[in-house]
């Protein structure tokens, strides 16, 4: 059965404090290893599509990794308004769905 | 650019009352749309998903329905809501097998 799992579920940071967030995925035949910001309240907000292991991107202090059994997200340096929760999620050869598997997301707490 | 809204943003309704949720995606034609419910400390659960008007896949047997009268319309609906209907519930739409973007959701409570 296809799954993801992502550690920790809440993690505190210090204002500058670097750290990663991790995502394990058993999915048949990944075509696709998405991240996801989302505030309280709110629907999540896109963040990155990765394809294959080795494929990196980066926006702003994030920074996306993937390799062929896990997903790191990066934080450089971050900020308080850097706090949500972020959901990863796997779509796999399983069907023409296009179907996300969610994580149970890792909310991030940075205080100033 | 797409943009992709939800209403009612919250709604409160009773035990066995019917329910009516629409989502409406604007600036894209044919999108693949999905109906998605997050229960508090658990992952986003599919629960419908089309891939044109009219064409509707079940994920998960329920007391709720979907439709799609309209290419960037879609209707979440139950006759009876039971308590456990309780949640967030998210659209989200996307390019046949592409990234999926999530509308603002809505908060329905069942009492």
């Known amino acids: 059965e296809d799954q993801v799992t992502q550690s920790p579920e809440a993690l505190r940071l210090q204002e500058g404090e670097s750290s990663s967030l991790n995502c394990s995925y058993t999915?048949?035949?990944?075509?696709?290893l998405f991240w996801y910001r989302q505030d309280p309240g709110k629907g999540p907000e896109f963040l990155f599509t990765l394809y294959s292991a080795g494929e990196e991107k980066e926006k702003e202090r994030l920074k996306a990794t993937l390799t062929k059994k896990e997903s790191f997200l990066h934080i450089t340096a971050p900020k308080p308004e850097d706090s949500a929760t972020y959901l990863c999620?796997?779509?796999?050869?399983?069907?023409?769905?296009?179907?996300?598997?969610f994580g149970t997301g890792t909310l991030l707490a940075v205080q100033p | 650019s797409q943009t992709i809204h939800q209403w009612p943003a919250t709604l409160v309704q009773p035990v066995g009352s019917p329910l009516s949720l629409e989502c409406t995606v604007e600036?894209?034609?044919?999108?693949?749309l999905y109906w998605y419910r997050q229960a508090a400390g658990r992952g986003l659960q599919l629960l419908f998903y089309?891939?044109?008007?009219?064409?509707i896949s079940s994920e998960v047997p329920q007391n709720l329905s979907a439709s799609r009268p309209q290419d960037r319309q879609f209707i979440l609906s139950s006759k009876k809501l039971l308590l456990s209907d309780s949640g967030f519930y998210l659209c989200?739409?996307?390019?046949?097998?592409?990234?999926?973007?999530f509308g603002p959701g809505t908060r329905l409570t069942v009492l």
């Open positions: 999620a796997a779509t796999g050869l399983g069907g023409a769905t296009n179907k996300l598997i």
């Open positions: 600036g894209t034609s044919n999108p693949n």
């Open positions: 999915v048949s035949g990944l075509r696709g």
């Open positions: 989200a739409w996307s390019r046949t097998l592409g990234t999926q973007y």
């Open positions: 089309s891939v044109g008007i009219g064409q």
